[in-house]
């Protein structure tokens, strides 16, 4: 059994029309909302081993905020260029390839693929906002088995609960 997280990034600040989609950061409300998010997971036991993210800088950054509030160290927050603009299969296909010694994942990236990653991995079709955490056990022993299907949604957890 594996658990996959998968994490909609933080609330980015659209404030400066120069920046490149794949630049933009986190906006005030983003810079709390994760780790408060990484807290919750905290609070609760969740022990993440690795964190995979978007190359996106609010992906990023949510990942990092995330990781810092639950004690994982910088070297097991991972960048994976395909995450942006993945969609839920691409997300999924990511998710599919971690290390069989990784129980607990969580994948950082954008919507609609994370909400689309969610309803193609356990059936159960949401609206993920931004910085929400879908927690899914997977029954499966390794990563290469996650399929569609393959996943049961424990629970999603947003910033406004």
Same mark, same amino acid.
């Given at each position: 059994?594996?658990?996959?997280?998968?994490?909609?990034?933080?609330?980015?600040?659209?404030?400066?029309?120069?920046?490149?989609?794949?630049?933009?950061?986190?906006?005030?409300?983003?810079?709390?909302? !994760?780790?408060?998010? +990484?807290?919750?997971?905290?609070?609760?036991?969740?022990?993440?081993? $690795?964190?995979? #993210?978007? /190359?996106? @800088?609010?992906?990023?950054?949510?990942?990092?905020?995330?990781?810092?509030?639950?004690?994982?160290?910088?070297?097991?927050?991972?960048?994976?260029?395909?995450?942006?603009?993945?969609?839920?299969?691409?997300?999924?296909?990511?998710?599919?390839?971690?290390?069989?010694?990784?129980?607990? !994942?969580?994948?950082? +990236?954008?919507?609609?693929?994370?909400?689309?990653?969610?309803?193609? $991995?356990?059936? #159960?079709? /949401?609206? @993920?906002?931004?910085?929400?955490?879908?927690?899914?056990?997977?029954?499966?022993?390794?990563?290469?088995?996650?399929?569609?299907?393959?996943?049961?949604?424990?629970?999603?957890?947003?910033?406004?609960?």
């Amino acid at each position: 059994m594996k658990t996959l997280l998968l994490v909609r990034h933080a609330k980015s600040d659209w404030g400066d029309p120069r920046l490149a989609d794949h630049d933009r950061p986190l906006n005030d409300r983003g810079e709390k909302d !994760a780790p408060a998010m +990484g807290g919750r997971l905290a609070e609760r036991g969740v022990e993440l081993d $690795l964190v995979v #993210t978007s /190359t996106a @800088l609010r992906a990023r950054t949510t990942a990092g905020l995330i990781a810092a509030a639950v004690g994982l160290p910088d070297d097991r927050v991972v960048e994976d260029e395909r995450l942006y603009g993945a969609s839920g299969g691409g997300i999924l296909a990511v998710a599919s390839g971690l290390p069989d010694d990784v129980e607990v !994942a969580a994948v950082v +990236g954008h919507n609609p693929g994370m909400s689309d990653a969610v309803g193609e $991995l356990t059936g #159960t079709w /949401t609206d @993920l906002p931004t910085c929400a955490v879908a927690t899914c056990r997977v029954d499966v022993d390794r990563w290469v088995e996650l399929v569609e299907r393959t996943g049961v949604l424990d629970r999603i957890d947003t910033p406004k609960d």
